[in-house]
């Protein structure tokens, strides 16, 4: 599966600036499409604590889709501002939250 270049940072980066998200695009490779059929071999969220980034602005994953997945989840923490990658647009939330998902404290910042 790929997704045309032109409608990339839209869908994927839309909260990055320009060059931000064309540089986050040029990274991107083609995605197998059989990860939609395929039935996984273990599913961690079953028997491990999970927490859901639920991102606001995200044009690839509706946030209709993402309450549904967040039913999964231990934890959910809303990003309201982020598109669908927000380990690039919120580079000190992302961290944060999985130290304290991991009953750690983050540094600072």
Same mark, same amino acid.
């Given at each position: 599966?790929?997704?045309?270049?032109?409608?990339?940072?839209?869908?994927?980066?839309?909260?990055? $600036?320009?060059?931000?998200?064309?540089? $986050? =695009? /040029?990274?991107?490779?083609?995605?197998?499409?059989? =990860?939609?059929?395929?039935?996984?071999?273990?599913? @961690?969220?079953?028997?491990?604590?999970?927490?859901?980034? *639920?991102?606001?602005?995200?044009?690839?994953?509706?946030?209709? =889709?993402? /309450?549904? *997945?967040?039913?999964? $989840?231990? /934890? =959910?923490?809303?990003? +309201?501002? &982020? &598109?669908? &990658?927000?380990?690039? &647009?919120? +580079?000190?939330?992302?961290?944060?939250?999985?130290?304290?998902? @991991? #009953?750690?404290? $983050?540094?600072? #910042?």
């Amino acid at each position: 599966m790929t997704v045309r270049p032109d409608r990339a940072p839209l869908l994927f980066c839309a909260d990055l $600036a320009q060059a931000a998200a064309d540089e $986050a =695009v /040029r990274h991107l490779r083609p995605m197998s499409a059989a =990860v939609h059929d395929q039935a996984p071999t273990a599913i @961690a969220w079953r028997g491990l604590p999970s927490t859901y980034l *639920l991102t606001g602005r995200d044009n690839a994953t509706p946030t209709v =889709v993402q /309450r549904r *997945l967040t039913q999964r $989840a231990d /934890r =959910v923490e809303e990003l +309201p501002d &982020s &598109s669908h &990658s927000p380990f690039l &647009s919120h +580079p000190r939330t992302v961290p944060r939250t999985i130290a304290t998902a @991991a #009953g750690r404290t $983050a540094p600072p #910042g």
